[in-house]
């Protein structure tokens, strides 16, 4: 079965960010795993368009209620009606994280990932536990998610 | 987009049941769409049976907190850890549902797709309100699914 | 530890729904039981106005993301921000559930509490299964609720 | 309407935390805030034990699908069978957060609280974002969440 690895950040985000995005789903889909976010814009949106290009997957746990809230490069959209709360699914149903950048809804993603025993990894993002470990570039953050 | 029909019926279902289920499974993905389910077994399993044979894609909303949980028959499974209240998260993410046999689980189902206004069509199940579309057999359900 | 009773039913409801709404709620706090609702109007309203003259202590489980949105008789809201998955925690966190009237949603709380194996009463409700008890007024109602 | 008041923090926590989530609860309470925990035990039972014995009203949001996993301070508890995403609830429905001590699922809960704008309030516990408000004890902890 493959790996689905959960790419978490935000909608709104600096060019900088969405590009190392870009690059880490286009790393997740050559590695043949399953690319799963939140399915809006920003990291979300650059990490799906990466995986598309790339040939692979993607699959975007949304907020609201209806498919159409999400990007245009995410194959499976699932409509949780949920907000914030979607983020445990995401963490439920990954085997691994990689936090992109991000504020907030990242740092509750980062939380419910460490509770749940997940590996997530950080490439420019929150680095407040030594449970969370640091990636040097898109290539070392796959590698190591999927490790 | 391809459409997102979602199937409900109980985990453990007669024979006659499940053949039902899995014809259904086939033809929605024979007409193109995203078979959505709880991704457990009976209905579940024959539906996804169904529509991979088929060759569809099929996307299993679990409610435990493992994606291992699913069906040998699921492309996508999502784990959400929220028990029954994962049947909300089907009914806000398919564009209409096929509910066959079923108990409880799925009356519940029913009314969520009720409430949000989706046609939710009822092939050998709950036959409690005039919003619910009767089928006859499975094509004559997909049909009025898709329709 | 008192007993939880959930009345559910709908947002918009007709007077003489709403008149039976309020002496169930007046019986379930004169019984010594906590009123649990769905928190906004109409048979909810009633219900917790009816507790809340009887001296009772009413729960608002609350579709949106504000307390605010609470009906002027709930005592405790809270804002679950999930629609109408909220419907499956007020199914688990009650020890039997009343319906009054209604129409979907109630339908699938009615469903949710099967599920469980709560105790679901119907008062001039859904009557579409053997496994619920039906019940001719209010006081009738509370009694087999709490049985 | 009474200022809902979240404390969080681990189920496992050393005595001298307990010691500070006991003085936190009681000052909640006497302040006239409902207390607002996840309803187990450790940081969450120390808190709700203090409210109780300063008179205050405690409301449990249990990650599980039985009232009865709630500590034996809680006065309403709410059994969501959600898990972690319920700490999304919690949120929610409170005005101020307080954490103290706790480790990820603190962490998320707080990602949580600054992402929906409300105030989050740090004794001896995560320290990340200026966003955090820092208390140096008890009362100022709650002084800076009722602020």
Not at 76 to 100: K, P, Q, V, W
Not at 114 to 123: C, E, M, N, Q, T
Request: charged share 15%; with cysteine; aromatic share 2%.
């Amino acid at each position: 079965m493959a790996k689905f690895i959960g790419i978490i950040g935000g909608s709104d985000a600096p060019e900088g960010i969405l590009e190392l995005a870009e690059q880490v789903g286009s790393l997740v889909a050559t590695r043949g795993c399953v690319l799963v976010c939140g399915g809006l814009g920003g990291v979300m949106e650059a990490a799906a368009k990466g995986a598309k290009m790339a040939g692979g997957l993607t699959v975007g746990i949304l907020p609201g209620s209806s498919r159409s809230d999400a990007n245009p490069h995410i194959d499976i959209a699932i409509a949780t009606n949920m907000g914030h709360a979607r983020n445990a699914i995401i963490a439920h149903t990954c085997d691994a994280l990689i936090a992109i950048g991000g504020r907030y809804g990242t740092l509750s993603e980062i939380g419910f990932g460490l509770a749940l025993g997940k590996r997530v990894v950080s490439l420019e993002s929150w680095d407040v536990d030594p449970g969370i470990v640091a990636a040097e570039n898109p290539e070392d953050a796959v590698s190591k998610a999927i490790a």
